[in-house]
């Protein structure tokens, strides 16, 4: 063996404890650079390439010199995700049609965390969608994974005083849009019951009764699938578009109650194969929101369940 593969050979093998401690470690908080990662973009796809940019950084990273893992991988997380969505904003102005987030099909134990619940829910996501890039960084390190103020200045290129007031605007804005009373998972599920009994057996009024006076419905089809170009308001007019639609389903379309973004949500099937998900807003028992995802290409994240954790 010649010195130079001697050399080669030793490094390899130096390497290799030195690769074990930082796949151990980026295994262990993988659940919550995702999470992290999935609130900052509102898109799983996303979500999983800057995983994969992340594990790419830390895996040339001096371990001996890390003091929080955990702190340090959320940072360069949040940095990879910070340069995705400034471009995904510019993507998202060309959007045809309502720009919803990507669905997940969570597990139940996502809705017993009432906040966590509560922050990757399809209503507070697009309330999200309406902070800027830096404001929504910081809201997602501080409201929901409780983040210091000097963490979170490193990961978004801030000093802490500045995160402390980026931090006070984006708490203000998002009070002021998200929604008012969060049902509790009992009315919750109640409203997504009746709903889907409704939906399923064609019950106009019946869909009414479930809707808010001023319920919204937007449609996602990304310009693949048909959907509604702008929002559509008012339980009659939402409930004759939902009824109008279902008289065209043939007889192999079926419903099934599942759990999406840690809320009781549907997955529309037509010939087993999945054509729409929808997820509710739902506030005083009323369903004041109504989500439908149907672009393909978000739809991948509801094969299988997705674990989400702070």
Not at 122 to 135: F, Q, S, W, Y
Not at 205 to 227: F, N, W
């Amino acid at each position: 063996m010649s010195e130079h593969s001697e050399r080669s050979a030793e490094a390899a093998e130096a390497d290799g404890p030195r690769l074990d401690r930082a796949t151990e470690a980026f295994v262990t908080h993988r659940n919550l650079l995702f999470t992290v990662a999935y609130e900052m973009l509102g898109s799983a796809a996303d979500a999983e390439d800057v995983l994969q940019e992340t594990w790419l950084r830390w895996v040339g990273v001096d371990l001996d010199t890390v003091r929080d893992q955990r702190a340090y991988l959320v940072r360069i997380a949040t940095r990879q995700a910070l340069t995705r969505l400034r471009v995904l904003g510019r993507r998202r102005e060309s959007y045809v049609g309502p720009w919803l987030p990507e669905p997940l099909l969570t597990a139940p134990d996502v809705a017993d965390d009432v906040e966590l619940a509560d922050s990757v829910s399809m209503a507070m996501l697009l309330v999200l969608e309406t902070l800027g890039p830096v404001e929504r960084a910081v809201f997602v390190l501080r409201e929901v994974f409780d983040l210091g103020y000097d963490e979170i200045a490193e990961a978004v290129g801030k000093n802490p005083a500045a995160v402390r007031q980026i931090a006070h605007r984006a708490r203000a804005h998002v009070a002021a849009r998200r929604p008012h009373d969060v049902a509790s998972a009992a009315d919750t599920r109640a409203a997504m019951e009746a709903f889907q009994r409704a939906v399923e057996t064609g019950d106009l009024q019946g869909l009414v009764d479930v809707l808010a006076p001023d319920v919204v419905l937007l449609s996602d089809g990304g310009g693949v699938k048909q959907a509604v170009q702008r929002p559509i308001v008012g339980a009659g007019k939402v409930a004759r578009l939902l009824a109008g639609g279902l008289r065209r389903l043939d007889a192999q379309a079926t419903f099934e109650a599942v759990e999406v973004n840690g809320r009781p949500g549907l997955v529309l099937r037509i010939d087993g194969e999945v054509d729409t998900v929808v997820a509710m807003r739902i506030e005083d028992g009323l369903i004041t929101g109504c989500y439908f995802v149907r672009n393909p290409e978000k739809l991948s994240h509801v094969q299988r369940e997705t674990v989400l954790s702070r």
